[in-house]
T-cell receptor
Framework: QKEVEQNSGPLSVPEGAIASLNCTYS??????FFWYRQYSGKSPELIMF????GDKEDGRFTAQLNKASQYVSLLIRDSQPSDSATYLC??????????FGAGTRLTVKP | DGGITQSPKYLFRKEGQNVTLSCEQN?????MYWYRQDPGQGLRLIYY???????QKGDIAEGYSVSREKKESFPLTVTSAQKNPTAFYLC??????????????FGSGTQLSVL
């Protein structure tokens, strides 16, 4: 079974802090990795993607990938209350097989 | 604006009834997908289609049917055989099939509930 695991949370951080979200995956053949943000009752929105080992930065967001350890993480710097949402980790295992974690609920407190 | 349109936003099904969820995209994407989301669970793939007139079952296809007669449209029918249909249904598309580096984009979703 090709699994993607995330801590369900809730993860609570104060405004301005760094939020760290983690995801592990089971299939070593996984090729590409995505983070989606989902507000309650809304559809997932793609915020970051990463294909190679290392870090990728986009504004306040940094995705980190370590294929040897099979984890991918998302850091959110200077967290804002508007970042409060559920963050879904998705892993593209092979053609037409995108696996999603159950999501981590993040709350940023003013 | 390009995007994926799902309708209706909310849908209620009576026991024994078939209902159809609409999904239309104007992104000129070849591939389209239907996912189901239950509280506290990850998205699960119901069906996907890479080209017109062709579609494949996903992990939880039982009780569902689809068609792909046009590139832009991929409707999902929830049949009476689906005994637990209450969920949030998400339609998605990608430029091509989900090979390396392809991204998935979602519609706004349909919340289906049983009366």
């Amino acid at each position: 079974q090709k699994e993607v695991e995330q801590n369900s949370g809730p993860l609570s951080v104060p405004e301005g802090a760094i939020a760290s979200l983690n995801c592990t995956y089971s299939d070593r053949g996984s090729q590409s990795f995505f983070w989606y943000r989902q507000y309650s009752g809304k559809s997932p929105e793609l915020i970051m993607f990463i294909y190679s080992n290392g870090d990728k930065e986009d504004g306040r967001f940094t995705a980190q990938l370590n294929k040897a350890s099979q984890y991918v993480s998302l850091l959110i710097r200077d967290s804002q209350p508007s970042d409060s949402a559920t963050y879904l980790c998705a892993v593209n295992v092979d053609n037409n097989d995108m696996r999603f974690g159950a999501g981590t609920r993040l709350t940023v407190k003013p | 604006d390009g995007g994926i349109t799902q309708s209706p936003k909310y849908l209620f099904r009576k026991e024994g009834q078939n209902v159809t969820l609409s999904c239309e995209q104007n992104l000129n994407h070849d591939a389209m997908y239907w996912y189901r989301q239950d509280p506290g669970q990850g998205l699960r793939l119901i069906y996907y289609s890479q080209i017109v007139n062709d579609f494949q079952k996903g992990d939880i296809a039982e009780g569902y049917s689809v068609s792909r007669e046009k590139k832009e449209s991929f409707p999902l029918t929830v049949t009476s055989a689906q005994k637990n249909p209450t969920a949030f249904y998400l339609c998605a598309s990608s430029r091509a099939g989900l090979g390396a580096n392809e991204k998935l984009f979602f519609g706004s979703g349909t919340q289906l509930s049983v009366l």
